[in-house]
């Protein structure tokens, strides 16, 4: 068990102790919560992990590596920013394509990119719920306010890799 999850698991037993200070009717309420959540991510994660794995195996290292990989430099963090707002669908699609496009070659700085290219931008959400919702200006204010962030993380990260050199565990 790493650290990480050490943590969380406190964290989540602390919690649990304090539903229970609460009443036991809470902590019941919340474990079969939790439980029902764990149900519904699981065959997510069972499928969007192996997916990774097979998808890391079809992606060929020179595209990965020479069109989002470190030698790529602004070329590909500019790439891997705008791909990430093409991204559909949540972390359980996200995720397991950073860690193809990883295994592939790409770079640590274009990978941050990419991610929060899809966290910022995230197409399919201003189309389906952003437009109708909150209206065009809201979108444009928005996505005006948010151009650079992408890029600026990559960059960001390009600086501070030398500090954490495993930053991606699989490279």
Same mark, same amino acid.
């Given at each position: 068990?790493?650290?990480?999850?050490?943590?969380?698991?406190?964290?989540?037993?602390?919690?649990?102790?304090?539903?229970?200070?609460?009443?036991?009717?809470?902590?019941?309420?919340?474990?079969? #919560?939790?439980?029902?959540? $764990?149900?519904?991510? $699981?065959?997510?994660?069972?499928?969007?992990?192996?997916?990774?794995?097979? $998808?890391?195996?079809?992606?060929?290292? #020179?595209?990965?590596?020479?069109?989002?990989?470190?030698?790529?430099?602004?070329?590909?963090?500019?790439?891997?920013?705008?791909?990430?707002?093409?991204?559909?669908?949540?972390?359980?699609?996200?995720?397991?394509?950073?860690?193809?496009?990883?295994?592939?070659?790409?770079?640590?700085?274009?990978?941050?990119?990419?991610?929060?290219?899809?966290?910022?931008?995230?197409?399919?959400?201003?189309?389906?719920?952003? $437009?109708?919702?909150?209206?065009?200006?809201?979108?444009?204010?928005?996505?005006?306010?948010?151009?650079?962030?992408?890029?600026?993380?990559?960059?960001?990260?390009?600086?501070?890799?030398?500090?954490?050199?495993?930053?991606?565990?699989?490279?």
């Amino acid at each position: 068990m790493s650290a990480t999850q050490g943590l969380l698991w406190l964290m989540a037993l602390i919690a649990f102790g304090f539903c229970l200070r609460r009443g036991g009717g809470m902590a019941i309420r919340a474990a079969k #919560d939790g439980g029902h959540s $764990l149900l519904r991510v $699981l065959p997510l994660f069972a499928a969007a992990l192996p997916m990774s794995a097979f $998808l890391a195996e079809l992606v060929p290292a #020179d595209i990965a590596e020479g069109w989002l990989g470190h030698e790529s430099g602004l070329t590909g963090i500019l790439i891997a920013s705008l791909a990430g707002g093409f991204i559909p669908g949540g972390p359980f699609v996200s995720f397991p394509l950073v860690l193809t496009f990883t295994k592939a070659g790409a770079g640590v700085p274009q990978m941050a990119a990419l991610v929060t290219g899809w966290a910022i931008y995230g197409f399919h959400r201003v189309i389906a719920w952003e $437009l109708p919702v909150l209206g065009p200006r809201f979108v444009l204010l928005r996505m005006l306010a948010g151009l650079a962030l992408p890029v600026l993380t990559g960059l960001g990260v390009e600086l501070l890799l030398p500090f954490f050199p495993n930053a991606l565990l699989h490279r």
